[in-house]
Nanobody
Framework: VQLQASGGGSVQTGDSLRLSCGAS????????MGWFRHAPGKEREFVAG????????YYADSVKGRFTISRDNAKNTVYLQMYSLKTGDTADYYC?????????????????WGQGTLVTVSS
């Protein structure tokens, strides 16, 4: 599976942004998908995850209520809608895929990774 994230950009606090992650391969619909982010000087951290059916979602406490993960299996795409962005959301955002049914929150639980897309939030 190859993943391609896009949609990053420079915005101001309070703005919204939607990230997309397109996947190649016919088995996308069976994969758990996740979003992680990596800010300078920090470790890569979990943001959101969604099961293959979309029926299970997890969010990091720091984004709960502001970010929404969704997926369109027909388009092999997973999205991260971000609202009320804060300067602390500034990071490279990565999408990841896990061929198992679990919705993990650790970097080690995801097997496939896309390249990052940079989100910069300024005040």
């Amino acid at each position: 599976v190859q993943l391609q994230a896009s949609g990053g950009g420079s915005v101001q606090t309070g703005d919204s942004l939607r990230l997309s992650c397109g996947a190649s391969g016919r088995t996308f619909s069976s994969y758990t998908m996740g979003w992680f982010r990596h800010a300078p000087g920090k470790e890569r951290e979990f943001v959101a995850g969604m099961s293959w059916s979309g029926g299970i979602t997890y969010y990091a406490d720091s984004v709960k209520g502001r970010f929404t993960i969704s997926r369109d299996n027909a388009k092999n795409t997973v999205y991260l809608q971000m609202y009320s962005l804060k300067t602390g959301d500034t990071a490279d955002y990565y999408c990841a895929a896990d061929p198992t049914a679990r919705v993990g929150v650790r970097v080690s639980e995801y097997y496939y990774w896309g390249q990052g897309t940079l989100v910069t939030v300024s005040s």
